[in-house]
Nanobody
Framework: QVQLVESGGGLVQAGGSLRLSCAAS????????MAWYRQAPGKQRELVAS???????NYAEPVKGRFTISRDNGKNTGALQMNSLKPEDTAVYLC???????????????WGQGTQVTVSS
């Protein structure tokens, strides 16, 4: 089994910054893509950013130029640096990872419990 634990959320004023972290633990042979999603009240979950094991990155249009995703393959961790935050960034942010548990296994999708980010105007 694999656990993903996020940290770093909180309350910040518009224009401020936060850094989210995601730590994966458990039966991990390799983590393929890591991603951050967010879900605001009454809205569908949406992809914020993703990064492959090789470092290819994709950002959702609303966060381009403001957010930076990164990962440390050796430590099985990921991060999301969020700058120039806006009230519309307010949401629960969730870490997602495609994890291979053993060399003979296919990947499985895992989610963290989420961390609240609130941006006040």
């Amino acid at each position: 089994q694999v656990q993903l634990v996020e940290s770093g959320g909180g309350l910040v004023q518009a224009g401020g910054s936060l850094r989210l972290s995601c730590a994966a633990s458990g039966s991990i042979f390799r983590i393929n893509t890591m991603a951050w999603y967010r879900q605001a009240p009454g809205k569908q979950r949406e992809l914020v950013a993703s990064i492959t094991r090789g470092g290819s990155i994709n950002y959702a249009e609303p966060v381009k130029g403001r957010f930076t995703i990164s990962r440390d393959n050796g430590k099985n961790t990921g991060a999301l640096q969020m700058n120039s935050l806006k009230p519309e960034d307010t949401a629960v942010y969730l870490c997602n990872a495609a994890v291979v548990g053993a060399p003979w296994e296919s990947w499985r999708d895992y989610w963290g419990q989420g961390t609240q980010v609130t941006v006040s105007s």
